[in-house]
């Protein structure tokens, strides 16, 4: 399998280039060449794999230069991270399907990709006799999603930036008690916006990325989106198996468009998903562009869902190059066109079509602090407010036709006070953060300047040394 950028300047790239490369040397993000197709023969068959050997079979298909027998260590030595023996358990409650996706060391559905992403990146550079500093902004869940990734591999530094108090406890002690001297947490004096800025400055210093060999760890990596392709067909081949239905509908609380691009990708392989619902809060323009054909966008607001705080999603991208019939040309000159304007526009033909693959709905405050409210009440289960959004929009989209299945994609845990709006009191601690507060804290305070940031970085770098 070779990969291709979404603007066309780049192509027949392997694999293993692929994910070294991360974002496309032409400003573009890299795709398949073709997407394989499965046949309902060949899909059934995968339905009662354990998750391991699941992921080894859907992996392997689009990652055909790595050896069966690495790739298949890979993969074991990622999932065995996880807490529940299944990886990703379906749960049955009140007649929706919950795709359990948090069962990773920091209890959120990113580290179904980023455990993988840790190992294949100290194989390639393994391979390669290189290293490798990964740098990163996070407003909270990726960055210890990546540090978890990648902690203690030798070589591999990782420098992930967050805005200094203005993440969630929970999430700053989660990166901050990381202690492995490959890992490094500055917290800046300034916004998330100020450190995604701050990344976007380093990696467009040309010679000091090459000269660091520096890593990208967020969505626009496809070695992520491929990850997170498995557990859809894992879903539904839990759920046929209980029901004997053929058909479902996922709905999947969206930000940055990675997590439902992954399931565009399987239904394009033909697994038979009915609609993707895309969820989100009032950051809505994806919402926007599904249901009107309005991508514009607008001012990020703070909700209850802050990692889908999100205005402009990079993967989208990813989607419009399908939604175009594969014309590169058109995909470059309206990404070209909506970073001058704010806006693109959509025929009747083009939106006839996104209706066949998604619908959507925008789930405010409210109704998701209502949503966890009377989930609990009618059955006891817990829901974070990023799976709250995507309960309430898939139950009232599907209409009872088919199945729902609900991507939950953070423990409640790591939300508590929402949660404790919602129903009074705080979910229960999972042992993964028992104890946490006491434990002893690694992070550097920073000026929230490009300059600072790349001095730091260049101080500790494993490079040269
Ligand atoms: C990152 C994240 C999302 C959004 O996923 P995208 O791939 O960015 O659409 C949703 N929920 C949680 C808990 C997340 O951490």
Same mark, same amino acid.
């Given at each position: 399998?070779?990969?291709?950028?979404?603007?066309?300047?780049?192509?027949?790239?392997?694999?293993?280039?692929?994910?070294?490369?991360?974002?496309?040397?032409?400003?573009?993000?890299?795709?398949?060449?073709?997407?394989?197709?499965?046949?309902?023969?060949?899909?059934?068959?995968?339905?009662?794999?354990?998750?391991?050997?699941?992921?080894?079979?859907?992996?392997?298909?689009?990652?055909?230069?790595?050896?069966?027998?690495?790739?298949?260590?890979?993969?074991?030595?990622?999932?065995?991270?996880?807490?529940?023996?299944?990886?990703?358990?379906?749960?049955?409650?009140?007649?929706?399907?919950?795709?359990?996706?948090?069962?990773?060391?920091?209890?959120?559905?990113?580290?179904?990709?980023?455990?993988?992403?840790?190992?294949?990146?100290?194989?390639?550079?393994?391979?390669?006799?290189?290293?490798?500093?990964?740098?990163?902004?996070?407003?909270?869940?990726?960055?210890?999603?990546?540090?978890?990734?990648?902690?203690?591999?030798?070589?591999?530094?990782?420098?992930?930036?967050?805005?200094?108090?203005?993440?969630?406890?929970?999430?700053?002690?989660?990166?901050?008690?990381?202690?492995?001297?490959?890992?490094?947490?500055?917290?800046?004096?300034?916004?998330?916006?100020?450190?995604?800025?701050?990344?976007?400055?380093?990696?467009?210093?040309?010679?000091?990325?090459?000269?660091?060999?520096?890593?990208?760890?967020?969505?626009?990596?496809?070695?992520?989106?491929?990850?997170?392709?498995?557990?859809? #067909?894992?879903?539904?081949?839990?759920? !046929?198996? %209980? /029901?004997?239905?053929?058909?479902?509908? @996922?709905?999947?609380? $969206? *930000?940055?468009?990675?997590?439902?691009?992954?399931?565009?990708?399987?239904?394009?392989?033909?697994?038979?998903?009915?609609?993707?619902?895309?969820?989100?809060?009032?950051?809505?323009?994806?919402?926007?562009?599904?249901?009107?054909?309005?991508?514009?966008?607008?001012?990020?607001?703070?909700?209850?869902?802050?990692?889908?705080?999100?205005?402009?999603?990079?993967?989208?991208?990813?989607?419009?190059?399908?939604?175009?019939?594969?014309?590169?040309?058109?995909?470059?000159?309206?990404?070209?066109?909506?970073?001058?304007?704010?806006?693109?526009?959509?025929?009747?033909?083009?939106?006839?079509?996104?209706?066949?693959? #998604?619908?959507?709905?925008?789930?405010? !405050?409210? %109704? /998701?602090?209502?949503?966890?409210?009377? @989930?609990?009440?009618? $059955? *006891?289960?817990?829901?974070?407010?990023?799976?709250?959004?995507?309960?309430?929009?898939?139950?009232?989209?599907?209409?009872?036709?088919?199945?729902?299945?609900?991507?939950?994609?953070?423990?409640?845990?790591?939300?508590?006070?929402?949660?404790?709006?919602?129903?009074?009191?705080?979910?229960?601690?999972?042992?993964?953060?028992?104890?946490?507060?006491?434990?002893?804290?690694?992070?550097?305070?920073?000026?929230?300047?490009?300059?600072?940031?790349?001095?730091?970085?260049?101080?500790?770098?494993?490079?040269?040394?």
């Amino acid at each position: 399998m070779r990969y291709m950028s979404t603007r066309g300047q780049v192509r027949g790239i392997p694999f293993k280039d692929a994910v070294m490369m991360g974002l496309a040397d032409d400003g573009g993000l890299l795709l398949p060449e073709s997407i394989p197709a499965l046949s309902p023969g060949d899909i059934e068959a995968l339905e009662k794999l354990a998750y391991p050997e699941l992921a080894f079979q859907i992996i392997s298909l689009f990652a055909s230069d790595i050896p069966s027998a690495d790739l298949k260590g890979l993969i074991e030595r990622s999932y065995s991270t996880f807490t529940h023996p299944e990886v990703t358990p379906v749960s049955h409650q009140d007649g929706v399907y919950i795709l359990e996706l948090f069962h990773g060391p920091t209890l959120a559905f990113k580290d179904v990709a980023l455990q993988f992403l840790g190992n294949l990146f100290e194989y390639l550079l393994n391979e390669r006799g290189e290293k490798m500093n990964i740098v990163g902004a996070t407003s909270g869940d990726t960055g210890s999603a990546a540090i978890y990734g990648v902690r203690g591999k030798e070589n591999i530094n990782i420098f992930i930036l967050h805005p200094h108090q203005r993440v969630s406890p929970v999430q700053e002690m989660q990166m901050t008690t990381v202690l492995d001297p490959n890992v490094h947490n500055l917290a800046i004096q300034g916004s998330f916006d100020d450190g995604q800025r701050i990344v976007k400055e380093i990696f467009g210093d040309l010679e000091f990325k090459s000269r660091l060999s520096l890593g990208a760890v967020n969505s626009i990596n496809w070695a992520r989106v491929l990850a997170q392709i498995v557990y859809y #067909f894992y879903a539904w081949g839990r759920v !046929r198996r %209980q /029901t004997g239905c053929n058909s479902l509908y @996922f709905s999947v609380p $969206t *930000g940055n468009f990675g997590d439902i691009f992954a399931g565009y990708i399987a239904k394009r392989m033909g697994l038979p998903i009915r609609r993707l619902v895309l969820a989100t809060n009032e950051n809505n323009i994806l919402s926007r562009f599904v249901r009107n054909g309005d991508y514009s966008t607008g001012n990020v607001v703070e909700t209850l869902s802050p990692s889908m705080d999100i205005q402009v999603a990079s993967n989208f991208e990813r989607y419009l190059f399908y939604l175009y019939g594969g014309n590169s040309e058109r995909v470059a000159a309206a990404m070209e066109s909506f970073s001058r304007d704010g806006r693109l526009s959509f025929s009747k033909e083009e939106m006839a079509e996104v209706g066949n693959d #998604f619908l959507s709905q925008t789930v405010d !405050r409210d %109704q /998701t602090i209502d949503t966890i409210r009377s @989930f609990h009440a009618l $059955t *006891g289960y817990i829901l974070d407010p990023h799976t709250a959004v995507g309960i309430k929009a898939g139950r009232d989209l599907s209409g009872g036709e088919a199945p729902v299945v609900c991507l939950a994609t953070a423990h409640p845990a790591k939300f508590g006070e929402a949660v404790r709006s919602a129903i009074g009191r705080e979910p229960e601690i999972p042992p993964s953060l028992a104890g946490i507060e006491a434990l002893e804290r690694r992070c550097e305070i920073i000026d929230a300047d490009t300059e600072a940031v790349k001095k730091y970085v260049e101080r500790k770098t494993v490079i040269g040394h």
